[in-house]
Protein backbone atom coordinates (compact mmCIF):
# COMPACT_ATOMS: atom_id res chain seq x y z
CA UNK A 1 0.00 0.00 0.00
CA UNK A 2 0.80 3.16 -0.63
CA UNK A 3 2.34 5.13 2.72
CA UNK A 4 -0.16 7.71 4.04
CA UNK A 5 2.92 10.49 3.70
CA UNK A 6 3.55 9.92 0.25
CA UNK A 7 -0.57 10.05 -0.41
CA UNK A 8 -1.30 13.31 1.43
CA UNK A 9 1.63 15.37 -0.75
CA UNK A 10 -0.01 14.35 -3.91
CA UNK A 11 3.36 14.95 -5.64
CA UNK A 12 3.01 14.95 -9.59
CA UNK A 13 -0.87 15.49 -9.81
CA UNK A 14 -1.32 12.91 -13.00
CA UNK A 15 -3.40 13.19 -15.97
CA UNK A 16 -7.25 13.07 -15.03
CA UNK A 17 -9.33 9.96 -16.39
CA UNK A 18 -11.10 11.03 -19.73
CA UNK A 19 -15.09 11.35 -19.12
CA UNK A 20 -17.14 11.73 -21.68
CA UNK A 21 -20.53 13.43 -22.00
CA UNK A 22 -23.46 10.41 -22.77
CA UNK A 23 -24.54 10.02 -26.59
CA UNK A 24 -27.04 12.44 -27.51
CA UNK A 25 -26.04 15.09 -24.57
CA UNK A 26 -24.02 17.91 -24.96
CA UNK A 27 -22.20 17.29 -21.90
CA UNK A 28 -24.06 19.54 -18.99
CA UNK A 29 -26.46 16.96 -16.99
CA UNK A 30 -29.30 20.34 -17.24
CA UNK A 31 -28.88 24.02 -16.72
CA UNK A 32 -26.90 24.88 -14.22
CA UNK A 33 -24.23 22.16 -13.87
CA UNK A 34 -20.82 22.81 -15.40
CA UNK A 35 -20.30 20.96 -18.70
CA UNK A 36 -17.81 18.40 -17.22
CA UNK A 37 -20.51 17.13 -14.75
CA UNK A 38 -22.30 14.22 -16.27
CA UNK A 39 -24.79 11.76 -15.43
CA UNK A 40 -24.53 8.61 -15.28
CA UNK A 41 -27.70 6.05 -16.30
CA UNK A 42 -27.78 2.56 -17.11
CA UNK A 43 -26.49 1.59 -20.15
CA UNK A 44 -24.77 4.75 -20.96
CA UNK A 45 -21.60 4.77 -18.31
CA UNK A 46 -19.65 7.74 -18.79
CA UNK A 47 -17.18 6.83 -15.60
CA UNK A 48 -15.14 3.34 -15.18
CA UNK A 49 -17.28 1.05 -13.37
CA UNK A 50 -19.44 3.35 -11.13
CA UNK A 51 -22.97 2.51 -12.76
CA UNK A 52 -22.35 -0.57 -13.15
CA UNK A 53 -21.11 -1.01 -9.43
CA UNK A 54 -23.89 0.58 -7.78
CA UNK A 55 -26.27 -1.54 -10.59
CA UNK A 56 -25.08 -4.45 -9.46
CA UNK A 57 -27.94 -6.85 -8.03
CA UNK A 58 -26.56 -7.11 -4.62
CA UNK A 59 -25.10 -3.48 -3.58
CA UNK A 60 -27.13 -2.48 -0.43
CA UNK A 61 -28.00 1.43 -0.77
CA UNK A 62 -31.38 1.29 -2.59
CA UNK A 63 -31.22 5.02 -2.73
CA UNK A 64 -28.41 5.32 -5.14
CA UNK A 65 -30.00 2.58 -7.01
CA UNK A 66 -32.47 4.96 -7.51
CA UNK A 67 -30.78 8.02 -8.05
CA UNK A 68 -28.74 6.02 -10.62
CA UNK A 69 -32.37 4.65 -12.42
CA UNK A 70 -33.73 7.82 -12.52
CA UNK A 71 -30.28 9.86 -13.53
CA UNK A 72 -29.87 11.42 -10.76
CA UNK A 73 -26.05 10.38 -10.11
CA UNK A 74 -23.60 12.88 -11.63
CA UNK A 75 -20.39 12.48 -11.97
CA UNK A 76 -16.85 14.45 -12.22
CA UNK A 77 -13.66 13.21 -13.23
CA UNK A 78 -10.52 14.47 -11.18
CA UNK A 79 -6.90 13.61 -10.95
CA UNK A 80 -5.19 12.45 -7.91
CA UNK A 81 -7.33 12.46 -4.49
CA UNK A 82 -4.03 13.83 -2.71
CA UNK A 83 -3.72 16.85 -5.04
CA UNK A 84 -5.43 20.30 -4.96
CA UNK A 85 -5.08 21.42 -8.60
CA UNK A 86 -8.75 21.04 -8.93
CA UNK A 87 -10.46 21.77 -5.77
CA UNK A 88 -11.64 25.23 -7.37
CA UNK A 89 -13.27 23.23 -10.64
CA UNK A 90 -14.90 20.40 -7.90
CA UNK A 91 -16.10 23.46 -6.03
CA UNK A 92 -17.87 25.18 -8.69
CA UNK A 93 -18.93 21.88 -10.13
CA UNK A 94 -20.46 21.52 -6.39
CA UNK A 95 -22.09 24.79 -6.72
CA UNK A 96 -23.77 23.77 -9.73
CA UNK A 97 -24.73 20.38 -9.00
CA UNK A 98 -26.70 22.68 -5.86
CA UNK A 99 -28.13 25.25 -7.80
CA UNK A 100 -29.63 21.81 -10.27
CA UNK A 101 -30.80 20.52 -7.10
CA UNK A 102 -32.88 23.34 -5.93
CA UNK A 103 -34.94 23.39 -8.86
CA UNK A 104 -35.19 19.81 -9.82
CA UNK A 105 -35.71 18.73 -6.18
CA UNK A 106 -35.68 14.82 -7.05
CA UNK A 107 -35.68 12.82 -3.72
CA UNK A 108 -31.87 11.38 -4.65
CA UNK A 109 -29.21 13.32 -5.97
CA UNK A 110 -25.51 12.15 -5.72
CA UNK A 111 -22.40 13.63 -6.96
CA UNK A 112 -19.75 11.74 -6.93
CA UNK A 113 -16.05 12.93 -7.98
CA UNK A 114 -14.01 9.80 -8.94
CA UNK A 115 -10.50 10.50 -9.24
CA UNK A 116 -8.25 8.62 -11.31
CA UNK A 117 -5.66 7.60 -8.69
CA UNK A 118 -3.81 6.83 -6.36
CA UNK A 119 -5.10 3.45 -6.18
CA UNK A 120 -2.60 1.87 -3.72
CA UNK A 121 -3.71 3.50 -0.61
CA UNK A 122 -4.63 2.00 2.70
CA UNK A 123 -7.82 2.63 4.47
CA UNK A 124 -6.63 5.30 7.24
CA UNK A 125 -3.82 6.99 3.89
CA UNK A 126 -7.45 6.71 1.96
CA UNK A 127 -9.23 8.50 4.73
CA UNK A 128 -6.39 11.32 5.24
CA UNK A 129 -7.03 12.47 2.31
CA UNK A 130 -10.70 12.00 2.23
CA UNK A 131 -10.33 14.85 4.93
CA UNK A 132 -7.68 17.44 3.06
CA UNK A 133 -10.05 17.46 0.36
CA UNK A 134 -13.13 17.81 2.03
CA UNK A 135 -11.61 20.93 4.18
CA UNK A 136 -9.65 22.57 1.14
CA UNK A 137 -13.74 22.52 -0.42
CA UNK A 138 -14.60 24.33 2.65
CA UNK A 139 -11.78 26.44 2.90
CA UNK A 140 -12.73 27.67 -0.69
CA UNK A 141 -16.05 27.55 0.81
CA UNK A 142 -15.23 30.35 3.45
CA UNK A 143 -13.27 31.93 0.82
CA UNK A 144 -16.49 32.67 -1.22
CA UNK A 145 -18.39 34.02 1.69
CA UNK A 146 -20.65 31.50 1.83
CA UNK A 147 -22.22 30.48 5.65
CA UNK A 148 -22.39 27.07 7.37
CA UNK A 149 -25.93 25.21 6.60
CA UNK A 150 -27.72 26.55 9.89
CA UNK A 151 -29.47 23.32 10.12
CA UNK A 152 -26.67 21.35 11.06
CA UNK A 153 -23.38 21.79 12.68
CA UNK A 154 -19.30 22.52 11.61
CA UNK A 155 -18.58 20.62 14.93
CA UNK A 156 -17.13 17.04 13.86
CA UNK A 157 -18.11 15.97 17.50
CA UNK A 158 -21.69 17.14 17.32
CA UNK A 159 -24.03 15.02 16.57
CA UNK A 160 -25.76 17.04 14.52
CA UNK A 161 -22.52 17.05 12.40
CA UNK A 162 -22.14 17.46 8.43
CA UNK A 163 -20.54 19.07 6.03
CA UNK A 164 -22.03 22.49 4.19
CA UNK A 165 -20.85 23.92 0.75
CA UNK A 166 -22.73 26.70 -0.47
CA UNK A 167 -25.32 26.73 2.60
CA UNK A 168 -26.11 23.49 1.68
CA UNK A 169 -25.38 20.31 4.26
CA UNK A 170 -23.88 16.75 2.92
CA UNK A 171 -23.15 13.13 3.85
CA UNK A 172 -20.69 12.06 2.25
CA UNK A 173 -19.35 8.69 1.17
CA UNK A 174 -15.65 7.90 0.34
CA UNK A 175 -15.26 4.66 -1.86
CA UNK A 176 -11.95 3.23 -2.68
CA UNK A 177 -10.13 -0.22 -3.93
CA UNK A 178 -8.68 -1.18 -0.47
CA UNK A 179 -12.00 -0.60 1.75
CA UNK A 180 -12.62 -3.39 4.04
CA UNK A 181 -16.59 -2.89 3.35
CA UNK A 182 -17.32 -4.17 0.14
CA UNK A 183 -19.87 -1.55 -0.64
CA UNK A 184 -17.42 0.59 -0.01
CA UNK A 185 -14.80 -1.10 -2.22
CA UNK A 186 -14.65 0.82 -5.75
CA UNK A 187 -12.06 0.48 -8.01
CA UNK A 188 -10.90 4.21 -8.00
CA UNK A 189 -10.96 6.92 -4.97
CA UNK A 190 -14.04 8.40 -5.01
CA UNK A 191 -16.17 11.04 -3.14
CA UNK A 192 -19.89 10.95 -2.96
CA UNK A 193 -21.54 13.85 -2.21
CA UNK A 194 -25.04 13.49 -0.54
CA UNK A 195 -28.08 16.03 0.32
CA UNK A 196 -28.51 16.33 3.96
CA UNK A 197 -32.07 17.45 3.60
CA UNK A 198 -33.08 14.07 1.16
CA UNK A 199 -32.08 12.78 4.67
CA UNK A 200 -34.66 14.69 6.44
CA UNK A 201 -37.36 14.69 4.06
CA UNK A 202 -38.15 10.71 4.76
CA UNK A 203 -37.35 11.67 8.52
CA UNK A 204 -40.43 13.51 8.18
CA UNK A 205 -42.28 11.47 5.83
CA UNK A 206 -41.51 8.41 7.86
CA UNK A 207 -39.53 6.73 5.40
CA UNK A 208 -36.31 6.98 6.62
CA UNK A 209 -36.34 4.25 9.18
CA UNK A 210 -37.50 1.91 6.69
CA UNK A 211 -35.22 2.68 4.16
CA UNK A 212 -32.21 2.25 6.48
CA UNK A 213 -33.19 -1.30 7.50
CA UNK A 214 -33.66 -2.40 4.40
CA UNK A 215 -30.13 -1.07 3.42
CA UNK A 216 -29.03 -2.85 6.32
CA UNK A 217 -30.40 -6.31 5.61
CA UNK A 218 -29.09 -5.81 2.31
CA UNK A 219 -25.49 -4.95 3.41
CA UNK A 220 -25.25 -7.92 5.91
CA UNK A 221 -26.20 -10.14 3.12
CA UNK A 222 -23.78 -8.29 0.70
CA UNK A 223 -21.15 -8.49 3.28
CA UNK A 224 -21.60 -11.26 5.12
CA UNK A 225 -20.98 -9.14 8.79
CA UNK A 226 -23.46 -5.98 9.75
CA UNK A 227 -21.07 -2.36 9.39
CA UNK A 228 -19.87 -1.76 12.99
CA UNK A 229 -20.15 2.07 11.68
CA UNK A 230 -23.03 2.76 10.73
CA UNK A 231 -25.49 4.94 12.94
CA UNK A 232 -28.66 6.56 13.06
CA UNK A 233 -28.27 10.42 11.99
CA UNK A 234 -28.31 12.63 14.89
CA UNK A 235 -26.93 9.95 17.74
CA UNK A 236 -23.61 10.46 16.75
CA UNK A 237 -21.43 12.13 14.43
CA UNK A 238 -21.46 11.17 10.75
CA UNK A 239 -18.12 12.19 10.51
CA UNK A 240 -17.14 8.58 11.78
CA UNK A 241 -18.28 6.82 8.73
CA UNK A 242 -17.49 9.48 6.06
CA UNK A 243 -14.18 7.00 4.91
CA UNK A 244 -15.60 3.83 5.81
CA UNK A 245 -13.10 2.84 8.15
CA UNK A 246 -13.82 1.11 11.35
CA UNK A 247 -12.17 3.49 14.34
CA UNK A 248 -12.75 3.38 17.62
CA UNK A 249 -13.74 5.89 20.24
CA UNK A 250 -10.28 7.59 20.47
CA UNK A 251 -10.80 9.00 16.94
CA UNK A 252 -10.16 12.57 16.07
CA UNK A 253 -11.65 14.02 12.87
CA UNK A 254 -9.02 16.71 11.54
CA UNK A 255 -11.91 18.73 10.02
CA UNK A 256 -11.77 22.57 11.56
CA UNK A 257 -14.21 24.85 9.36
CA UNK A 258 -12.20 28.01 8.90
CA UNK A 259 -13.26 31.51 10.23
CA UNK A 260 -13.71 34.73 8.54
CA UNK A 261 -15.46 34.56 5.66
CA UNK A 262 -14.80 37.59 3.87
CA UNK A 263 -14.49 37.40 -0.48
CA UNK A 264 -17.38 38.24 -2.58
CA UNK A 265 -19.29 34.95 -3.95
Not at 5 to 33: F, I, M, N, Q, R
Not at 185 to 213: C, S
Request: proline letters at 6%.
Amino acid sequence: MRPMAEAVAGAGCPVALSVAAPAGTSGGASVGVPVDVVRVAPGRDTDPGLAAFVAAPAFPCVGAKSALAKEQLLTFAAHDLGCPDQDAAIHAALLGFIADGRRARAPFRSFAVVFAGPTTLDEAGFEACLWQRLQALSDIDVARGFAYDHRVSADPRDANFAMSFGEEAFFIVGLHPAASRPARRFAHPTLVFNRHDQFEQMRATGTYDKMREVIIRRDVAYSGTSNPMLAAFGKVSEARQYSGRAVGGEWSCPFRRSAGATAER
